[in-house]
Every structure is written in structure tokens, then in C-alpha cells.
């Protein structure tokens, strides 16, 4: 059974950086893609930035140039480096990862952003 195990969550002030952390519990090269989706309160979940296996990355228009996605193979982690952070980034944000032949998705159990104005 795949384990996604998030860290790095918390409380900052607008402007501020986070830095989010999922560590799989096998290979990150077993799944197609990695990375993280938010809900926020009231609304749907969307997703945030995604990382394929071949290193590709892609982002949500929202946070197009404020936040990073990458990775440490040799740790089976992803990493969301978020930048200049908005009230309106507030969220909870979950890591999922995407088996590679099947496409199952598992899930992190989620990890509170809150960036106060």
C-alpha cells in the first residue's frame, strides 16, 4: 500500500514562503505524476502544481511564478516551494501521486496553509 506523508504546513503572514513536503513510501519513478492539490473552505478541490516522471512540471494560472514544484528521487519526495504567499492561497493542501499502468490515485492526508493579511 502507497504511503503519502506531508509536512511543512503552517501559519504566515501574506508575502511569506512554505515550503510542503510529500515522501512516498516507494519509488516516486513508480507513479506517472506527482503533486498537490488544495481545497479551501467552501470550495472545490483544484489542483495546485503536478510533476511527471520525465520532470515535466505544470501549475494552476494562480500560482504561475510564485510557487515551485520539485523533487528528490533519492528521498521518493516532492516539494512545493510557495513564494510571496496570498490570503487567498489559504487552504488545506493534499499531495496525490498517480501509479504509473493503472493511473490509481493515492492521498496525503492534507496539511493546513494559512496566510494571514
Known amino acids: 500500500q502507497v504511503q503519502l506523508v506531508e509536512s511543512g504546513g503552517g501559519l504566515v503572514q501574506a508575502g511569506g514562503s512554505l515550503r510542503l513536503s510529500c515522501a512516498a513510501s516507494?519509488?516516486?519513478?513508480?507513479?506517472?505524476?506527482m503533486g498537490w492539490y488544495r481545497q479551501a473552505i467552501g470550495k472545490q478541490r483544484e489542483l495546485v502544481a503536478r510533476i511527471f516522471s520525465g520532470g515535466t512540471t505544470g501549475y494552476a494560472d494562480s500560482v504561475k511564478g510564485r510557487f515551485t514544484i520539485s523533487r528528490d528521487s533519492a528521498k521518493n519526495t516532492v516539494f512545493l516551494q510557495m513564494n510571496s504567499l496570498k490570503p487567498e492561497d489559504t487552504a488545506v493542501y493534499y499531495c496525490?501521486?498517480?501509479?504509473?499502468?493503472?493511473?490509481?490515485?493515492?492521498w496525503g492526508q492534507g496539511t493546513q496553509v494559512t496566510v494571514s493579511s
Open positions: 516507494g519509488s516516486i519513478f513508480s507513479f506517472s505524476n
Open positions: 496525490y501521486a498517480t501509479r504509473s499502468g493503472d493511473y490509481v490515485n493515492y
